[in-house]
């Protein structure tokens, strides 16, 4: 990153007053066989509004006060349940990311809309992550230049993968990696056949426990069975949908987690049995289906009506090919 020649106190002073805008969009990871590498950004955004105020300033009544310097409002998703304090996953994004940039943190006011579930597989906190990470750019604007692979380190730095917050930051379909310099990724376009559909419960899942459920070691059948399939997906979304029920086929995860979530796992044999694309988004439980056009999730939405034992929530979804954006306001 470059940081501009400004001293400490004139920085402080020009953030006063700064006011950005951030649109997120929620993601789906692994996709069947690319286990912590590939992800999908979807058009379901999150939009947060983060400025400066003067910290001598009254603050409004209708803010939540998570103590001096830091106001905070929640509407929509994780209203009344998550933190409104230092703890607060965006804030703490800003935190890291000013650190990094060895700027001090000033006063924050934030305001969240937010529309992607939580703890259900569709990314919400590698989004959160990643709004606190492109609003403290939009911040530092003219101050401190971060460049693409930067703003996916530090987003990996909290998240610990980068499979989510990649999608959620650059946008498309991204095969994400890691190598002794950081993590990198790799940026694709989604043929425009590919519809998606994600299938989402009542019910949300942990993604530490989806994990702690994974062996240390897998067969090496199945790692090439993997291996295979993933390369193939890449081909099946970016060049020919019509392989996507074979390319999201998958030995490396899913089944070692059924348990933990049977309805999922059921619904997506059903799923699966009537030719459909069916994937656990992400850590689940949401599904996942790459459907290759729409009237092919409109099946796919009867199939789930008609089988599940709960509700679930149809969103069919487009790609989104921009990422998380920011704009000063």
Do not use: C
Not at 293 to 312: F, G, K, N, Y
Request: glycine share 8%; charged share 20%; aromatic share 4%.
């Amino acid at each position: 990153m470059t940081v501009a020649p400004v001293a400490s106190g004139d920085v402080a002073a020009s953030l006063i007053g700064r006011r950005v805008l951030v649109k997120v969009p929620a993601t789906s990871a692994n996709l069947g066989p690319g286990f912590d590498t590939l992800g999908l950004a979807l058009a379901r955004y999150d939009e947060l509004e983060v400025s400066v105020p003067d910290a001598s300033a009254t603050p409004t009544a209708s803010t939540a006060h998570a103590g001096p310097g830091l106001e905070i409002e929640v509407h929509g998703v994780g209203e009344g349940e998550v933190p409104l304090d230092e703890s607060h996953l965006v804030v703490r994004a800003i935190a890291h990311t000013f650190a990094r940039a060895g700027v001090p943190l000033p006063a924050l006011r934030l305001v969240a809309h937010n529309v992607i579930p939580h703890g259900r597989g569709l990314g919400s906190s590698g989004a959160a992550i990643v709004a606190g990470v492109v609003a403290a750019k939009g911040l530092l604007e003219g101050i401190v230049d971060f460049t693409a692979d930067e703003l996916l380190e530090l987003a990996t730095e909290l998240e610990g993968h980068p499979d989510n917050v990649a999608p959620a930051l650059f946008g498309g379909l991204t095969i994400a990696w890691v190598t002794p310099e950081g993590p990198r990724h790799k940026k694709l376009m989604v043929h425009r056949g590919v519809s998606p559909l994600v299938l989402v419960p009542e019910h949300e899942m942990s993604t530490a426990l989806a994990r702690s459920l994974q062996p240390e070691s897998v067969p090496h059948e199945d790692a090439v069975f993997n291996v295979s399939r993933s390369a193939l997906l890449v081909a099946a979304l970016i060049q020919s949908p019509e392989l996507l029920f074979q390319a999201t086929e998958d030995k490396l995860h899913q089944h070692y987690r059924a348990a933990a979530m049977p309805e999922t796992d059921r619904l997506i044999r059903v799923l699966r049995e009537a030719g459909h694309p069916a994937v656990v988004s992400g850590a689940g439980p949401s599904i996942l289906v790459l459907a290759s056009d729409p009237s092919e999730r409109a099946a796919a939405i009867a199939l789930v009506e008609a089988s599940a034992d709960t509700a679930w929530q149809a969103l069919p979804l487009a790609v989104d090919f921009k990422g998380a954006t920011v704009q000063s306001a």
